[in-house]
């Protein structure tokens, strides 16, 4: 297991399956990604070509107990994939992992790993921006924990591809006034007042 091929088939795990795969994780966990809008939403109203889910990086090592037997790889910036062994710890610059069954089956899960002090999260991108854990994710009503919508919303924030601007659509009739305050302040401060997104969310001080 020495190389894996970034454009190989995708056969994403399903937010269910992958909550059955995790019972036995004892760490925070979120579904994030564009199922994690669609979880807000309450519905899915897109196709999903990956499954993205959110760990604490000091909880890295905990998910690989779970399933052990399946390939682990590390996207080292800016993009190459190198395998991530049992107990290795992961260095800061490196922020998704992506995992399959074996060497010849598709990828099945891509992890984001990203930081906390405390009992706070930090965005990654901007260290100003953080949030109490507490208020990192929801839960959907069969269960499922999920990112939630304005944390989503900022990491697509920056490349609003086609889908990330329908998420954003979405999402904005189930945002209250409370995500949509912190939405714009984040918004703010680290893409500028000027940011596209800023009057369809209404400003700071409506």
Not at 125 to 134: E, Q
Not at 157 to 167: H, I, L, V, W
């Amino acid at each position: 297991m020495s190389t894996a091929d970034p454009f190989a088939p995708w056969a994403p795990l399903a937010p269910e399956e992958v909550a059955s795969l995790f019972t036995g994780v004892e760490a925070p966990w979120w579904i994030a990604g564009g199922h994690a809008i669609a979880l807000a939403v309450g519905r899915r109203f897109r196709e999903h070509a990956d499954t993205d889910v959110l760990l604490l990086r000091r909880d890295q090592h905990k998910v690989q107990e779970v399933l052990p037997d399946w390939e682990w790889w590390a996207a080292d910036p800016p993009g190459t994939l190198r395998p991530w062994r049992a107990g290795e710890t992961l260095p800061e610059g490196v922020h998704d992992v992506w995992c399959r069954p074996g060497p010849a089956a598709p990828w099945r899960l891509q992890f984001m790993l990203d930081e906390a002090d405390g009992d706070r999260w930090t965005y990654r991108r901007d260290a100003r921006i953080t949030l109490p854990l507490s208020q990192l994710g929801r839960r959907s009503a069969e269960g499922l924990p999920y990112l939630t919508p304005e944390v989503q919303l900022l990491c697509k924030a920056k490349g609003r591809r086609p889908k990330d601007e329908r998420d954003l659509t979405e999402t904005l009739p189930v945002l209250d006034a409370a995500q949509r305050r912190w939405l714009v302040r984040a918004l703010s401060q680290v893409h500028g007042i000027h940011h596209p997104w800023l009057p369809r969310l209404g400003r700071e001080d409506r």
